[in-house]
């Protein structure tokens, strides 16, 4: 994608300084809140003195390394295996719309009004129908399988997060799945055919056609997945059990408190946590654009 | 067609602005200087003020209670309440504290339903309005030399909080569930009954903002301990000599908790479902009422009532603290005031207010003869769903000093729970 | 025997699971007192239900008037920098690229928490501006990668056709590129209008209490005692977003979904 143009070209100076100032007007509370939250995390006994009692009773009391693992672990297995989900269906459903001749390909706005549904209400959504008195449980004690609600299996606000990673993989695979089954259907459903013609079976098209035109946005969508259930508040708020806490809410919950040594702990595991995210986010980065240029080269 | 680009994007600044404008707090006249100590210059002041009155949210009763008691009473003397519901006391501590640090003298929080260590903290920073609760008409009304009124955790209240209700920790059973015979009357026969009818019970996780699991863990501190007054002044070496054993003692049944004690309801709403679900057999309150303003909210099941144990049941006072930055005070002494109203104090206690705690004035110091008849009129009316209130009496504890609260969440935490 | 279309399968799905949650909730909302094990509930009562939902009209005019202006903000700001971005050398477009993608990494607990701080410093909180700006950053790198990838798609040689019959690079942006933008930027809308009607953390930091929006109070009144009240919230909270969902494939996306992407 030569450009032959020179750059800049088409921008007037005015342009550049309206929109370039906009966006740095926009960003201002954000290079402040920035450096208010390095500052509060310096706080108290500084970054290295903090950093080494964070896990003092009247911190984070023992339980940030727990969190972390925690939500770490919650973000990579649900967007992993939302994403191979996703992958699975969404090449089944385009190689069947290509089959059976859809000119318009899949139809996708109800997944879309699964997307928009806010998270709060959808982890209330969940709980409703699968806590221990929800409706579920109503139903098999309708139908004679329980007897009183401990006898239904604990669900959700359990210590493993299943209640989490249930409303995860629900929220996410629409989505994942839109924008995958988009993506496949621009680029691919023109080469499809012609490689089947051409004698390519269904998993050799998949392996060799499907995946390298998928890569760079499965990353993509992994990195937006994984991204927003670290940083995730509301759906833990609901789903969540006492013990573990995901990283949000340990941080809300110590910035709640006044005194300034809990509110430098919050910062400081803020901090963990924007680094944790700008690291996967450059590593991601990095990766999509790399798999971007095999493509062209192909 | 940048010039009408232009046009667009300065229309909807304009449109911002004024949104924002209207979303804005009114615009008030400038709090007029008043004299506490002067009650005709804090109405005269207060007329025309908007209070901002940061109060727990978390009972709708309770929110209805205020908006139809106290805000037509407000509305008399020229003040429009505007009730902030929040989640948490400590949010409005954190406000208070986050305002003062910023700069802000008119500050947004006017006054706060508070008690505890959130009082504690703002009292240690200095950041409580001081010398007028005393001077309100009605605090004649107070017995302000009873140590449940005037020490709060344990901390002296001075003239920075003024009384509003009392409530007492109790439990709760389902009548169709249980016969009062098979009730537990302590916190080691409530653990008894946890392991005869295992997964059945459980109790609210000691926390910020959960204080009533905070509480009935003291509770069976108490027990543990036959005593209640060596907790009263902070001292390490009883802390250090007593939290062992209760760690132990709650550690020993978890196997018989609900959920084996792998999760516990965190807030008292979540307990109350879980109660009403027939998922446990207790429930916990706080309110004079017993469980009557619950079940008026349609919570938990009619056929429930409350009970207590034989004793180390906790009981305290609440109150209500004006910030020092706040930017209408004089409003918020006159709320106090109307408080300590007998009337209203009358009508607090009882379970259709939606309200249920207790009341605060000394009824020996009520000299208008009508006023009385309806304090006991109301103390008499408590509903069937309320315990006795000489049991209440006979059973009640007064709270711990304020330090033993962040060492009893913390040590749960670490020590009890997973 | 009749054909199931395969097709037709996770739409089926999808609006089975909705419809059924709905029902759910609409239960729960005239209902009192819906303990276990009742499935169908024993006391129903319709007086509050009509105060439930009217008290909601102000939480569901705020909320919407903040997502509208959120969307309506962000494809204003989004397509000039996607223009920008288009043209600008390779050395700034990763600077800018990032720029903008920077405030969604900060994880809201914290930005939220910084905002609010500012916006107290500047006097400026607890209003609706303050609030809708906490979105817009929030939602600004999803809408910009939605303008760029559309502005990617498009054929340069169109607009080196208009500046070689002598219109300036703002004329090329306004009359060309933007018209053929607009179901990105409608796509865009709907992104942004459809995160921010979401936010639960950043609006109670940033609104500081004063700006209350439904997700909000959908939250505190999860575990409360009032769950019929709860039920209509949730109802109005969830029923608003599909409806502008399927109101933008009506209206704006008529040609069938994501017209732009088949180019």
Not at chain 1, 8 to 14: A, D, E, F, Q
Not at chain 1, 16 to 27: E, N, Q, Y
Not at chain 1, 250 to 279: H, N, Q, S, Y
Not at chain 2, 243 to 265: A, F, T
Request: hydrophobic share 50%.
């Amino acid at each position: 994608m030569a450009n032959p143009v020179t750059p800049n070209m088409y921008l007037s100076s005015r342009f550049k300084f309206v929109t370039g100032g906009a966006l740095a007007v926009l960003l201002i509370p954000v290079f402040y809140s920035l450096w208010y939250v390095l500052a509060q995390a310096n706080n108290a006994e500084g970054f290295i003195g903090n950093l080494s009692r964070i896990d003092a009773p009247e911190n984070a009391n023992g339980e940030f390394l727990e969190s972390f693992l925690f939500t770490v672990l919650l973000a990579v297995i649900s967007s992993t295996v939302a994403l191979m989900a996703a992958l699975i269906s969404s090449a089944l459903l385009v190689e069947h719309s290509i089959k059976n001749k859809f000119k318009k390909g899949v139809d996708g706005t109800w997944f879309e009004v699964l997307v928009s549904i806010p998270h709060a209400v959808w982890a209330a959504a969940i709980f409703l129908w699968l806590s221990q008195s929800g409706v579920l449980s109503r139903i098999s004690f309708q139908l004679g399988l329980v007897e009183n609600p401990a006898d239904f299996p604990t669900l959700v606000r359990d210590n493993n997060g299943l209640g989490l990673f249930i409303h995860y993989l629900s929220k996410e695979y629409p989505f994942m799945l839109l924008v995958l089954t988009v993506v496949l259907w621009a680029r691919y459903r023109y080469l499809s055919p012609v490689a089947a013609s051409l004698g390519a079976g269904l998993i050799y098209r998949t392996r060799y056609l499907a995946w390298p035109i998928l890569k760079p946005a499965a990353l993509g969508v992994w990195l937006v997945s994984f991204s927003f259930i670290l940083h995730s508040y509301e759906a833990p708020a609901l789903l969540g059990s006492v013990k573990p806490r995901v990283l949000s809410v340990l941080v809300f919950e110590l910035f709640k408190d006044p005194t300034i040594e809990k509110r430098a702990t919050a910062a400081l595991i803020g901090v963990l946590l924007l680094v944790v995210t700008a690291f996967a986010s450059l590593v991601g980065l990095f990766l999509i654009w790399k798999s971007t240029r095999k493509v062209a080269d192909v | 067609m940048l010039k009408s680009f232009f046009k667009v994007t300065a229309g909807l600044c304009a449109a911002t602005f004024l949104l924002v404008a209207c979303g804005a707090d009114e615009t008030q006249t400038e709090a007029a200087s008043f004299d506490p100590q002067d009650w005709d210059s804090v109405l005269q002041s207060a007329d025309g003020q908007t209070l901002n009155w940061y109060i727990w949210g978390g009972s709708d009763s309770i929110n209805d209670f205020i908006d139809t008691t106290y805000g037509p009473a407000l509305e008399e003397f020229g003040i429009e309440l505007n009730r902030v519901p929040i989640e948490d006391t400590a949010d409005a501590v954190t406000k208070v504290i986050n305002e003062t640090e910023a700069g802000k003298d008119d500050g947004s929080v006017d006054i706060i339903w508070i008690n505890g260590e959130n009082f504690a903290t703002l009292d240690k920073q200095g950041l409580l309005f001081d010398e007028w609760a005393r001077s309100l008409p009605n605090s004649s009304l107070v017995d302000f030399e009873n140590p449940v009124i005037t020490k709060d955790f344990g901390r002296d209240i001075g003239e920075k909080e003024s009384p509003w209700s009392s409530t007492q920790f109790q439990m709760i059973y389902d009548t169709d569930r249980l016969e009062e015979t098979e009730l537990p009357r302590s916190y080691k026969d409530f653990q008894q009954y946890a392991c005869d009818n295992p997964g059945r019970v459980t109790y609210i996780a000691p926390g910020p903002g959960a204080f009533q699991g905070t509480r009935f863990v003291k509770g069976s501190l108490y027990e543990l301990a036959d005593d209640s007054s060596v907790f009263g002044e902070f001292d390490q070496s009883v802390w250090d000599e007593w939290s062992p054993k209760l760690w132990e003692s709650w550690n020993e049944v978890e196997q018989c908790l609900w959920q084996e004690g792998n999760n516990y309801p965190q807030t008292e709403a979540e307990l109350h479902q879980l109660f009403a679900n027939n998922e446990v057999d207790f429930s916990i309150t706080q309110a004079i009422a017993g469980a009557g303003p619950l079940i008026e909210d349609g919570s938990i099941p009619e056929t429930s009532k409350a009970f207590v144990f034989d004793n180390w049941m906790i009981a305290d006072s609440n109150y209500l603290a004006i910030p020092v930055n706040a930017e209408n005070k004089a409003s918020a002494m006159v709320l106090a005031n109307i408080i300590l109203e007998p009337e209203f104090q009358a009508v607090q206690i009882t379970p259709e207010s939606g309200f249920g705690l207790g009341y605060v004035i000394d009824l020996s110091k009520v000299k208008d003869e009508a006023q009385l008849t309806l304090l006991q009129e109301a103390s008499s009316g408590l509903g069937e769903a309320a315990v006795d209130p000489r049991d209440l009496v006979a059973s009640s504890a007064p709270d711990s000093a304020s330090e033993y609260q962040d060492l009893l969440e913390q040590g749960w935490r670490s020590q009890v729970l997973g | 025997m009749f054909k199931v279309d395969i097709k037709t399968v996770p739409n089926l799905l999808a609006k089975i699971s909705l419809f059924a949650t709905i029902c759910v909730f609409i239960v729960q909302s005239i209902s009192k007192r819906w303990f276990w094990p009742q499935l169908w509930p024993n006391n129903f009562e319709f007086e509050e239900t009509l105060s439930n939902f009217g008290d909601a009209i102000p939480l569901l005019w705020t909320t919407f008037i903040v997502a509208a202006l959120v969307s309506l903000i962000g494809i204003i700001l989004s397509a000039p920098l996607a223009w920008l971005i288009y043209n600008i050398g390779q050395k700034y477009r990763i600077v800018l690229i990032l720029l903008v993608l920077f405030p969604a990494l900060i994880p809201p607990v914290v930005s939220g928490v910084g905002y609010s701080i500012w916006f107290i410093k500047i006097d400026f909180d607890g209003n609706i501006a303050a609030v809708v700006a906490a979105h817009l950053l929030i939602s600004l790198p999803y809408m910009l990668g939605i303008a760029l990838s559309i502005l990617f798609r498009q054929d340069r040689e169109l607009f080196e056709a208009s500046a070689g019959l002598g219109w300036s690079g703002d004329q090329i942006f306004f009359r060309i590129a933007l018209p053929l933008m607009r179901a990105g930027l409608y796509l865009a809308a709907f992104v942004g209008f459809t995160i921010s009607w979401g936010q639960y953390l950043l609006t109670v930091l940033v609104g500081n209490g004063q700006v209350v929006t439904l997700p909000m109070v959908v939250v505190s009144l999860a575990t409360s005692a009032d769950q019929t009240r709860f039920a209509a919230l949730v109802l109005i909270t969830m029923l608003v977003p599909a409806l502008v969902t399927v109101l933008y494939h009506k209206v704006l996306n008529k040609t069938g979904e994501y017209e732009f992407a088949n180019t």
